[in-house]
C-alpha cells in the first residue's frame, strides 16, 4: 500500500445528506486518527505540511473542506452550529466512531461545536488560535484583521504574512519558510474558496461572537481534555481569548507561542508537532 503525505494524498469524497465532502487522509494507520479544520475562507491545501505530514508519523490525519467550501459542494451555513453538524456528518460518514479534533482560527469554533453536539465521538481536542463563544472582540473582525484582509499585497500569498505571522524579523523569515512549504503540493491542489464563502463565514463569526449572557457557561460541557495553543501577540483573534479558554474549560491547558501571531504553529512548527503528539499520546498511554 502507497504511504501517502501531504503532498502526495489524493482528493476522496463522500457523500452523505446531499453534501459531496471533500477530504484526504495519511499517515499512520490505526488508533484514533486527528481531523483537521480549516481556517477563515482555507482550504485543505492551506495547512502547513511540516505540521500536517509531522503529525501523521504517528497516527492518521484527515483534512477536509467543510460544506460549501473549496471543492466540496452545499452551501456554507451562516452559523457555527450548522457548521458544526456537517463536521459531525462527515465524520460519522467515514464509519469513525472516536476521533480527535484540531481545530483552527473559525476551525477552532467548529471543534468546539463538534465536541458539544457528539460528545462520545471526540476523544481529545486541540483549539489553535481560536476563542469561546462571546469573547473579546470577537463579534466582528478585529481591526487589524480588517486592516490586514482589506490590504492589496504584490503576490497574494503574502497576506498570510500578515495573518500568521508577527512584523518581526525572526517571525517573517519563519513566514517566507512557511510559504515555501505552502506551495510544496503541485498537483491536484484544492481550488481558492468562490465569493460566496467569505460574506457566510463572517456572518457565522459574528453570530458566534455577539455578546450574550453568561457566555463561557457552555464550556462547562465540553469535557475532553483540550489543549490550547496561540501566539502571545495574535491580532485575527486575541491571545486573552485562548486564556479565556483554558480557564473555563474543565480539563484544559495552554500553550503560547513567544513573538508569533495567529499562525504561531506555522512559525513553531516542530514545537508544535511535539506539544500536540505528546498531548494526544497521553490519551493512548492511559488505556
Not at 503532498?7 to 446531499?18: H, K, L, W
Not at 492589496?152 to 512549504?181: C, I, M, N
Not at 457566510?200 to 455577539?210: L, M, P
Request: aromatic share 10%; glycine share 8%; proline share 6%.
Amino acid at each position: 500500500m502507497t504511504q501517502h503525505n501531504h503532498q502526495t494524498a489524493p482528493t476522496q469524497f463522500v457523500e452523505t445528506n446531499g453534501i459531496r465532502f471533500a477530504y484526504r487522509r495519511f499517515g499512520n494507520p490505526g488508533g484514533v486518527p486527528l481531523v483537521f479544520n480549516q481556517h477563515f475562507t482555507g482550504t485543505m491545501d492551506h495547512w502547513d505540511p511540516a505540521v500536517t505530514d509531522g503529525l501523521a508519523k504517528a497516527r492518521e490525519v484527515i483534512l477536509f473542506n467543510n460544506a460549501g467550501v473549496s471543492s466540496s459542494s452545499g452551501e456554507v451555513p451562516s452559523r457555527i452550529d450548522k457548521m458544526g453538524a456537517n463536521a459531525v456528518t462527515f465524520i460519522k460518514s467515514l464509519e469513525l466512531t472516536k476521533v480527535d479534533v484540531l481545530g483552527f482560527s473559525i476551525g477552532g469554533f467548529v471543534a468546539q461545536e463538534i465536541a458539544l453536539q457528539a460528545p462520545d465521538l471526540v476523544r481529545r481536542l486541540v483549539l489553535v488560535g481560536t476563542g469561546p463563544r462571546g469573547a473579546e472582540d470577537m463579534a466582528t473582525l478585529t481591526p487589524e484583521a480588517q486592516e490586514i484582509f482589506g490590504a492589496a499585497y504584490d503576490q497574494p500569498d503574502h497576506l498570510w504574512l500578515r495573518v500568521h505571522f508577527t512584523k518581526s524579523e525572526k517571525s517573517q523569515a519563519a513566514g517566507r519558510e512557511f510559504l515555501k512549504r505552502f506551495r510544496l503540493r503541485t498537483k491536484s491542489r484544492d481550488p481558492e474558496v468562490n465569493e460566496k464563502v467569505a460574506p457566510a463565514q463572517i456572518e457565522a463569526i459574528g453570530e458566534w461572537g455577539a455578546p450574550r449572557q453568561k457566555p463561557f457557561e457552555y464550556l462547562k460541557s465540553i469535557r475532553q481534555p483540550t489543549l490550547v495553543v496561540n501566539g502571545g501577540k495574535d491580532v485575527i483573534i486575541y491571545s486573552v481569548n485562548s486564556f479565556i479558554l483554558q480557564q473555563h474549560l474543565p480539563d484544559a491547558q495552554l500553550v503560547l507561542y513567544p513573538d508569533a501571531n495567529h499562525g504561531s504553529q506555522y512559525q513553531y512548527p516542530e514545537r508544535f508537532v511535539r506539544h500536540v503528539s505528546l498531548f494526544l499520546s497521553e490519551a493512548e498511554e492511559a488505556r
